[in-house]
């Protein structure tokens, strides 16, 4: 029983020697922290900035050329997508400046003066012009002949041109070097007319045109027209039409009239320019 009594004091010993060593460990490793709370205490407040006389650590290198796709990955130029998707553009951001625009402005002053090119008045620009033209069209399936034709148009004041179409000169003493008001054709070709051809002469029918300005003021060249082409509907049974052989009606013939009576004032306008 004395013995066992021996045995537990050197385990009860050996139990609060061990316990002493804990603490005693314990003790100096609560030192060691207190040390270093107080030593991060008295470090400045930018943890980035090392240490005097310490050295920094070293930032891993930045990945060049890299770009994230989602499905891909991360693509870097030994990817073997890279030469598709990888693209090596350098940018030189432009930074306008007070100093660079002083720096342009003495550029620009130094530089040499160039010659100024001539300068080149316009050219006087030509008088408003137009071409009004009407027809005399025969009834379907029937033409106009060349006596009654030439009756006609002896009635209407017409003369013979040089070129084979009927002119009407203005009413009035005029001379035959005299420009017409407007001219008369036929619609069969060559559409001319001939002494040794008119009697024999057959056409669907007959073209009256003239060109502004001319010998008259533009509307009463149109009034005296329009008369004609009347009159000779009249005799010879026909119908007045305008230019693409549609029969004319009040209203065609009044957007004529204001047709006319533009370019006059435009005329007008041009003339006073000057």
Known sequence: MLEMDKTQLQWLLAGIGAVVVALIYLWSSRARIREGIRKRRRRPTLDNSPALGGSEMPMPDPVLNVQDFRDFGRITSDHHLADKVLVDVEIHPVQHRADDDAGIAETVADAPESPRPTRREPALSEPPK??????????????????????????????????????????????????????????????????????????????????????????????????????LARELDGTISDERRRPMTNQGLLHLRNQVADLERRRRAWAQSF
């Open 130 to 231: 137009m071409t009004v033209a009407l027809t005399v069209m025969a009834a379907q399936g029937q033409s106009f002949a060349g006596p009654e034709i030439a009756a006609a148009v002896e009635s209407s004041g017409f003369r013979l041109g040089a070129a084979g179409l009927f002119e009407r000169l203005p009413d009035g003493e005029v001379h035959a070097a005299d420009p017409p008001v407007f001219s008369m054709a036929h619609l069969r070709e060559p559409g001319v007319f001939s002494s040794a051809t008119l009697e024999t002469l057959a056409t669907p029918g007959l073209l009256l045109f003239m060109k502004l300005p001319g010998p008259l003021e533009e509307i009463k060249a149109l009034d005296l027209l329009v008369l004609t082409a009347d009159q």
